[in-house]
């Protein structure tokens, strides 16, 4: 399966649960299983992921500064680039971004998420809500995917 994962969901997958109140630390260490399980698989090879450069730099900024270790960011950063399939620049997708970005009207990285995933025909996979319900009404006109993280049944999906 092709995906593109948004930053959030490549976060969880290398941050343990660091909240204070538990009931977020739950969450979190929910999500953060269920996001190592995806990254696994995409070095397994189960999944190919394809994604624009913009998110390996959000996560390693996250990752640095959710972890007060800027090499944590760093080291993360360089795994994710070497475990996918394809990264984009921006001036890989320069020709047809701004016809997708005036119509989802989404923000600047969310923008190039999205359209890494129509361009390749992906499964998105965000943990973003607002986001996700933005995409939604594109799903069938771009023929791609959209899936939000913290709803996703990874025993009955095949990811």
């Not at 995806?38 to 090879?45: A, G, K, S």
């Amino acid at each position: 399966m092709y995906i593109t994962l948004d930053s959030n969901v490549l976060v969880y997958a290398f941050v343990p649960p660091i909240h204070k109140n538990e009931v977020k630390r739950k969450e979190w260490g929910n999500l953060h299983i269920n996001a190592k399980k995806i990254y696994e698989n995409v070095i397994r090879e189960k999944h190919c992921l394809i994604l624009p450069f913009a998110v390996i730099v959000e996560v390693a900024s996250v990752i640095s500064l959710l972890t007060g270790k800027e090499e944590y960011g760093k080291d993360a950063a360089l795994e994710i680039e070497d475990c996918a399939k394809i990264v984009l620049f921006d001036s890989d997708i320069k020709e047809r971004a701004l016809d997708y970005a005036i119509k989802i009207k989404a923000g600047g990285f969310d923008n190039l998420i999205a359209i890494t995933s129509i361009l390749y025909g992906t499964t998105l996979i965000t943990n973003d809500k607002p986001f996700y319900n933005k995409l939604l009404q594109f799903t069938d006109e771009y023929q791609f995917d959209v899936k939000l993280f913290r709803d996703l049944n990874l025993t009955n999906l095949e990811l």
